[in-house]
């Protein structure tokens, strides 16, 4: 998904670069609320980025899109730290990255940025938070954060170069294009993205839910529904 320099235009990833920004700003301002309330959210959320950086490291080229799949990690930092604060993250994760392993651009971070640190990390969230409400077990509320959030990075990201590429082609039919030329690589990484989100968290709940004090195992969520039952 690490869209390289070069391919969308100048126009293109600076009208993404404005996106991007106008999440992050809001972004900034929540971890520095975040970190005056509690001192060790900074450290978690530096944690939090180095898990980011290495999990979208590994990339497998994608020829058809001048790009690569890879899983994101966004899903699940999105959960443990909010998604705000995620593209902010994803953004330095992706500046580093360009600058020390060629691994995407310079000019294409904001566009890289906004598929895989804004849209992949709400639509995690957003999976996440309906699932839980629906009383899912945390297992399979995450699995389905890392799929949809994994999926949706992609389907953005062919989305970013279908509207810089397509020429004569019909837009949506290019967007089928790019998005198709991703699938069989990133359909089993999206598979394994749900695995893995499912295990890391349902591991941090268990073992230091003091880490995450805004979510409740599915052990307190039932005591709370049987505790709500006797009152009524």
Known sequence: ???????????AWGSWYAVTVAFMIPGVRQIKKKVQENLSYKPFLAMTGVAVFII??????????GSCSHPCGT?????????LATAVIS???????????????????????F????????????????????????????????????????????????????????????????????????????????????AVLQVMVNRRPDLLPGIKSDKEIRKGVKKNAVAS
């Open 115 to 198: 598929s895989m640190g804004i849209c992949g990390g709400i639509s995690g969230w957003l999976s996440w938070k309906l699932l839980r409400y629906l009383k899912c077990p945390l297992w399979l509320a995450a699995g389905v954060a890392g799929f949809v959030g994994d999926l949706v990075t992609y389907l953005v990201s062919a989305f970013e170069l279908a509207l810089s590429l397509h020429g004569n082609v019909p837009f949506f039919k290019q967007w089928m294009i790019f998005f198709m030329g991703y699938g069989p690589t990133q359909l089993p990484l999206a598979v394994a993205e749900a695995v893995f989100t499912a």
């Open 56 to 65: 979208s490291c590994m990339h497998l080229p994608v020829p058809v899109t």
């Open 75 to 83: 899903p699940l930092a999105a959960i443990v730290v909010g998604p």
């Open 1 to 11: 998904m690490h869209i390289e320099d070069g391919i969308l235009s100048p126009a």
């Open 91 to 113: 953004a330095i994760v992706l500046f580093f990255q360009a600058v020390f392993l060629g691994h995407g651009g310079i000019t294409t971070i904001g566009a890289n940025t």
